[in-house]
């Protein structure tokens, strides 16, 4: 398995611009999770969805910050419009379990998406 | 004060030699995560525990729920375990992980 894969792995952008970032979780994982990685904050949990469902968004900073799981396969987190504080390492990651319970097992994490917004 | 606190917050090790990194927290929890990030920026799960012990080579965490502790062993360290150790817990509700500020490890030959 190719393991989870986000892109694009580095962005660089300007201020008030739409940004985009994508992932594509491990086949047969039901959860996702969208993490935030700061130097100031370290990794925070932004997201969580189980069977596509968003189960817990409430690390989600403010009404810029968007998540989507169309299906089992894909998911995108979107911010518009985006500001300089929103420059971070984001990281996707997925777990295996059916259940409302993904913290309890081990995750998978992408290698990140590298975002600079001047 | 954090949720999760790690010490130390930077150790540098000589090859060789037995490391220690630990992890306090003060809320409860379903399970506890140790993950390594390399300097390239990826990040590793480790183990996943919510009691006792757990061994993968060279790697041993130990989680004791009563004193809400847990510490990560390495033995016989090595250069290339030089990287950010992470310690996450899972809440009771288990549906979110909170994240310790890391400890990095520095291992020199």
């Known amino acids: 398995d190719a393991g989870v894969i986000q892109s694009p792995r580095h962005e660089v952008t300007e201020m008030g611009q739409e940004v985009t970032l994508r992932c594509k979780p491990i086949s047969g994982h039901n959860s996702l999770f969208w993490y935030r990685q700061t130097m100031m904050r370290g990794l925070e949990l932004l997201i969580y969805?189980?069977?596509?469902?968003?189960?817990?968004d409430s690390g989600m900073p403010e009404d810029r910050f968007s998540a989507k799981m169309p299906n089992a396969s894909f998911s995108t987190l979107k911010i518009q419009p985006s500001e300089p504080r929103d420059s971070a390492v984001y990281f996707c990651a997925s777990s295996l379990s059916g259940m409302v319970q993904g913290a309890r097992e081990t995750q998978y994490f992408g290698p990140g998406t590298r975002l600079l917004v001047l | 004060k954090n949720e999760v606190e790690q010490s130390p917050q930077n150790l540098t090790a000589q090859e060789g030699e037995f490391i220690t990194i630990n992890c306090s927290y003060s809320?409860?929890?379903?399970?506890l995560h140790w993950l390594q990030q390399h300097p390239g920026g990826g990040i590793v799960s480790l183990f996943m525990?919510?009691?006792g012990k757990k061994k993968h080579g060279r790697l041993i965490a130990t989680i004791n729920i009563q004193e809400k502790h847990s510490s990560l062993h390495i033995t016989a360290s090595h250069p290339r375990d030089s990287a950010v150790y992470i310690c996450a817990v899972a809440e009771t509700s288990g549906s979110r992980l909170t994240f310790g500020e890391g400890t990095q490890l520095t291992v020199n030959p």
């Open positions: 969805f189980n069977n596509n469902v968003p189960i817990d």
């Open positions: 809320v409860g929890i379903s399970a």
């Open positions: 525990l919510s009691s």
